[in-house]
């Protein structure tokens, strides 16, 4: 369980700086539709780990526990990202996985 739990944290700082670099000025228009899409790839790998787990969890609190924080910064992951591809504006800024260093 632990072993998962890092490998989704790993995915969600993995996005992270995917969008970080995606900021940066210096980036071609392809570089930052491949930043993106890494972006995406590492959000939908998180996503994947924590549908497993929560299969798991039904019956261990404990594993509900764990899981719920990360359940959280997926789902705002997954929003930040879609309003990213759709060009919405976002005033949600800044996350909390963004401010967790």
């Given at each position: 369980?632990?072993?998962?739990?890092?490998?989704?944290?790993?995915?969600?700082?993995?996005?992270?700086?995917?969008?970080?670099?995606?900021?940066?000025?210096?980036?071609?228009?392809k570089?930052?539709?491949?930043?993106?899409?890494?972006?995406?790839?590492?959000?939908?790998?998180?996503a994947?780990?924590?549908d497993?787990?929560?299969?798991?969890?039904?019956s261990?609190?404990?594993?509900?526990?764990?899981?719920?924080?990360?359940?959280?910064?997926?789902?705002?992951?997954?929003?930040?990202?879609?309003?990213?591809?759709?060009?919405?504006?976002?005033?949600?800024l800044?996350?909390?996985?963004?401010?967790?260093?």
């Amino acid at each position: 369980m632990n072993e998962s739990l890092e490998q989704v944290r790993a995915a969600l700082r993995e996005s992270s700086e995917a969008l970080a670099r995606r900021d940066s000025p210096r980036r071609t228009p392809k570089q930052r539709d491949d930043d993106l899409e890494e972006a995406w790839r590492a959000h939908r790998h998180a996503a994947s780990i924590l549908d497993t787990l929560q299969s798991e969890a039904r019956s261990d609190h404990a594993l509900v526990e764990a899981i719920a924080p990360l359940q959280y910064d997926v789902t705002d992951l997954g929003i930040l990202l879609s309003e990213i591809r759709f060009n919405e504006p976002s005033e949600r800024l800044p996350r909390l996985w963004q401010a967790e260093g």
